[in-house]
């Protein structure tokens, strides 16, 4: 499986942002899907998760009631509708999958990883 993540960039505080990842290879809809994030010096943290039927999510604590997670399985894409962005929210962000067909915590689970889209948000 390959995964190529974009529409990172630098918002304001308050403002959105839409990332997408786009998917190749096997089959896309029988597995989950997450989007993790790691600021400087930071470990990396599952933000979001969706599973193969994008009927049951996960979202951190942080990032509940802003962030959305979507997925589209004919056209192989997962997209994180990031609003009412936060500095805190600064971090590189990777969508990731897993062979589990539900969202799945552990990042050492998900074997197949994207390159990462930088989000900076200014205060």
């Known amino acids: 499986v390959q995964l190529q993540a974009s529409g990172g960039g630098l918002v304001q505080a308050g403002g959105s942002l839409r990332l997408s990842c786009a998917a190749s290879?096997?089959?896309?809809?029988?597995?989950?899907v997450a989007w993790f994030r790691q600021a400087q010096g930071k470990e990396r943290e599952l933000v979001a998760g969706?599973?193969?039927?994008?009927?049951?999510?996960y979202y951190a604590d942080s990032v509940k009631g802003r962030f959305t997670i979507s997925r589209d399985n004919a056209e192989k894409m997962v997209y994180l509708q990031m609003n009412k962005l936060k500095p805190e929210d600064t971090a590189v962000y990777y969508c990731?999958?897993?062979?589990?067909?539900?969202?799945?915590?552990?990042?050492?689970?998900?074997?197949?990883w994207g390159q990462g889209t930088q989000v900076t948000v200014s205060s």
């Open positions: 290879g096997r089959t896309f809809s029988s597995y989950a």
């Open positions: 990731a999958a897993t062979d589990y067909a539900y969202v799945v915590y552990a990042a050492t689970l998900y074997l197949y």
């Open positions: 969706i599973d193969w039927s994008a009927v049951n999510t």
